[in-house]
């Protein structure tokens, strides 16, 4: 396949957006739950929520995702008394 300057120009730009998704996609690696006691045995986003809703000990940050699904993004520690992921 021989490439003129157009192709070129593509594949450079192809080249530069898969550079930036990968590069963003390792930092916005988020923060794991803590491996300790009070997280190994919640089960229920209603459980994590009584700590981490906006009157528990340690709120979610402002802005937080509004999403649910809380594995989804933190992963889960490693004794986890719940279901597989
Ligand atoms: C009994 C209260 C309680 C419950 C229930 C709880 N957490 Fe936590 N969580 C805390 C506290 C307190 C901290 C801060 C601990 C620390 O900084 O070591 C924390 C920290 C975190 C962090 C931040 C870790 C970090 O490195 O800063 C994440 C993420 C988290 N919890 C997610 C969850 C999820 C998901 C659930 C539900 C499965 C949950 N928590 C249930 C009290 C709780
Ligand atoms: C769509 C992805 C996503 C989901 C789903 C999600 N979070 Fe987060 N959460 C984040 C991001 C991004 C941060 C920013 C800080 C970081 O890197 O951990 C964060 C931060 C936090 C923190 C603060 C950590 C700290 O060190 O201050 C807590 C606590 C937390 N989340 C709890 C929860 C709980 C509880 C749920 C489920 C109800 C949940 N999150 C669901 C993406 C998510």
Do not use: Y
Not at 26 to 31: A, G, I
Not at 51 to 67: N, T
């Amino acid at each position: 396949m021989k490439l003129n300057k157009r192709d070129t120009i593509f594949v450079l730009i192809v080249a530069a957006v898969i550079i930036f998704l990968t590069v963003g996609a390792k930092e916005r690696t988020t923060k794991s739950v803590p491996d300790n006691d009070m997280h190994k045995n919640v089960t229920s986003r209603v459980q994590c929520m009584a700590c981490h809703g906006v009157d528990g000990v340690k709120p979610q940050p402002l802005g937080h995702p509004k999403a649910n699904q809380c594995f989804q993004c933190h992963t889960q520690p490693e004794h986890w008394v719940g279901g597989k992921k």
